[in-house]
C-alpha cells in the first residue's frame, strides 16, 4: 500500500485541494505501475503562522545574526 501525505497552508479551498489530489494520485500511479486501491492519502492543512521559511531565509538570518 503506497501511502502520500502533502501539507499545505491554510486558505487553499475545496477545488485545490481535490485537483492537488487528483494529480498526485495520477502520477503514482503512473510511476509506481500501483492500482488506485492500493494507495491511500490525505491533504493536512497548517496555519500560516506555523511556517518555518524556506532555507534562504534561515542561512540569511543566521549570517546577519553572527555579525552582531
Known sequence: MSVITVTLRDGRDAS???TVGERLTEAV???V???LDHLTGGIRQ???THRMGD???RLTRAAKNART
Open 16 to 18: 485545490v485541494r481535490r
Open 29 to 31: 500511479t503512473k510511476t
Open 33 to 35: 505501475a500501483a492500482p
Open 46 to 48: 497548517t496555519p500560516t
Open 55 to 57: 532555507r534562504r531565509e
